[in-house]
């Protein structure tokens, strides 16, 4: 298991905002709880001299395109790209200098899978350079994925047999507890379960860390098998509850 940075972009800046309050129509809903001074370079340059790859630029509407070109570019290699992906645009993020793209809305549109749409981006990267996001919202007692800036659901459950069929198109599934997404106030302990005992790839769990603890939780809850993104916990994006030091140190702790 391993700690997996993030860039998240709005408005061209690098933010942390509350997933569940991203919006279309209401721009005063959204609550963001840190707004950096430093562009995004800046991240990705720190990622890069600590050697913590397969970190996710996320681009969060229109208006991030320079931003999102300036982090690859100065980590080449290093990060993936998510946002707006298409498999008309895919091919340049890679040229960019994105190790893999992240898909979403895409392929999960108007509620539906749309299976073409994934076999274009297949064929247009490969399955090694393609991350399928799988971010979720709960309702009732299930998962359901959300698409459109995390607004909209889809009808596809978060299950065994859906992370055993989207397996055969990607290197590794993203997955977002929305719902937590952002609140520093504990991760998603079921979807987690899931994650860890069901997919049969690698997955990376986001949502809700709030401390080295939670951290562990993520390890011991996903049978080790899951990596984990810390965002507005980290002391580098305004957080108190971890440090990104502490981050790094747990990744070499891991690699012994």
């Not at 050697?51 to 690859?72: C, D, K, T």
């Not at 190790?99 to 399955?127: C, M, N, P, W």
């Not at 069929?165 to 609140?183: I, M, S, T, W």
Request: charged share 25%.
């Amino acid at each position: 298991m391993k700690f997996r940075p993030c860039i998240d972009l709005h408005g061209g800046q690098v933010k942390q905002i509350v997933g569940s309050t991203l919006s279309d129509e209401r721009q005063d809903f959204l609550q963001t709880n840190f707004s950096s001074d430093q562009p995004s370079s800046y991240y990705a340059e720190m990622y890069k001299r600590d050697g913590v790859f397969g970190g996710h630029v996320i681009m969060l509407g229109p208006g991030n395109e320079a931003a999102a070109r300036a982090a690859l570019n100065a980590f080449p290699g290093g990060l993936q790209i998510g946002g707006g992906i298409t498999a008309a645009n895919a091919g340049y993020w890679l040229d960019q200098g994105a190790a893999a793209v992240i898909v979403t809305s895409y392929v999960f549109k108007d509620g539906l899978v749309h299976e073409q749409r994934l076999r274009e981006l297949v064929k247009a990267v490969g399955r090694e350079r393609l991350v399928i996001d799988l971010s979720c919202r709960k309702k009732g007692e299930l998962y359901y994925v959300v698409t459109d800036r995390w607004q909209k659901f889809t009808d596809l459950v978060v299950s065994p047999e859906s992370l055993a069929y989207f397996a055969d198109f990607c290197l590794e599934y993203l997955v977002h507890a929305v719902d937590v997404e952002g609140k520093c106030a504990g991760i998603a302990e079921d979807l987690t379960v899931l994650l860890g005992e069901h997919s049969p790839i690698p997955a990376t769990y986001a949502g809700g860390v709030k401390c080295l603890d939670d951290l562990l939780r993520v390890k011991e809850l996903g049978r080790n098998r899951l990596d984990a993104t810390i965002g507005s916990a980290l002391d580098i994006f305004g957080g108190t509850g971890i440090t990104y030091a502490e981050a790094v140190s747990f990744n070499k702790s891991e690699e012994n």
